[in-house]
Nanobody, 124 residues
Framework: QIQLVESGGGLVQSGGSLRLSCASS????????MGWFRQAPGKDREFVAAIAWSGDRLYYADSVKGRFTIARDNAQKTVYLQMDGLKSTDTAVYYC?????????????????WGQGTQVTVSS
C-alpha cells in the first residue's frame, strides 16, 4: 500500500513562506502525477497545484499562481510545494495526492491516494 506523508506545515505571519514536502513510499513515483489540495474549515477541498509525472507540465489554481511553486524530486520520491507571499486566506489543511486515475489533474476525482494532511496557518 502506497503511503504519502506530508510535512512542513506550521504557523507563519502574513507575507511569509513555507515549503511543504510530500514523501511517497511508492515504487512508481517517477511515473505518478502528483497534486496538492487544501481544505479550510467549513469549505470544500480545493485544488492548489499539480505536476505531471514528467515534470514538464505544471498546473496552479488562480488564487496561488505567482506565489506557489510545485516541484518534484524523483530520486527522493518527494513532491514539494513552495509557498511564498502567504495570506490569511491560505490557512487550511494541505493534502498531497497521487493522480492515479483518469481525468484532469485539477479535480479531486483524478486522485486515488491521499496523505493525512498538514496544517498551514497564516496569521494576519
Amino acid at each position: 500500500q502506497i503511503q504519502l506523508v506530508e510535512s512542513g506545515g506550521g504557523l507563519v505571519q502574513s507575507g511569509g513562506s513555507l515549503r511543504l514536502s510530500c514523501a511517497s513510499s511508492g515504487r512508481s513515483f517517477s511515473i505518478d502525477s502528483m497534486g496538492w489540495f487544501r481544505q479550510a474549515p467549513g469549505k470544500d477541498r480545493e485544488f492548489v497545484a499539480a505536476i505531471a509525472w514528467s515534470g514538464d507540465r505544471l498546473y496552479y489554481a488562480d488564487s496561488v499562481k505567482g506565489r506557489f511553486t510545485i516541484a518534484r524530486d524523483n530520486a527522493q520520491k518527494t513532491v514539494y510545494l513552495q509557498m511564498d507571499g502567504l495570506k490569511s486566506t491560505d490557512t487550511a489543511v494541505y493534502y498531497c495526492a497521487r493522480g492515479g486515475l483518469s481525468g484532469p489533474l485539477t479535480t479531486p476525482s483524478r486522485y486515488d491516494i491521499w496523505g493525512q494532511g498538514t496544517q498551514v496557518t497564516v496569521s494576519s
